[in-house]
């Protein structure tokens, strides 16, 4: 007899308020409260690590919670400093300013670093660029603020 897990969720909630989607596999429902819980730790350390992103590990841990723990989605979703970012990005793909730049500023440090440093075919370091540079660009291409309300 094998046991399967099966995601339960038949539609993406549209409102944090609705019950988050619930897992039938106990531990792919524990490796997604680790998962969300580091994230939420490593985006805490980015508030204070002027190298360390901060909105992408909390977007990574309201993944994660939303799929494993209604009540963590909620807690992170309602935060009053963790949450707002996480809030933009659902309500208008806002990407902060800060963020732009240091997601673009590391892509490029690690091309440039792959190109120098590493000895490989140049097809590996081009092709790194291509797929980062596809990355920066859409990455570039959200808004940075919140739009005025109308």
Known sequence: MT????????????????????????????????????????????IFLPVMPTTVFLLIAAWAFSRSSHRFHRWLYEHPRLG??????????????????????????SVTILAVFVNAHWALPVGVGVLLATIAAYILSRPSVVPAAQ
């Open 3 to 46: 046991t399967e897990c099966h995601d339960q969720r038949h539609e993406p909630p549209h409102d944090v308020g609705q019950e988050a989607s619930r897992l039938s596999c106990p531990g792919v429902r524990q490796a997604l409260l680790v998962l969300g819980w580091t994230c939420v730790a490593l985006g805490i350390a980015g």
């Open 84 to 109: 707002r970012p996480i809030r933009d990005w659902h309500a208008h793909r806002v990407i902060p300013v800060r963020a732009k730049l240091l997601a673009v500023t590391m892509m490029s440090a």
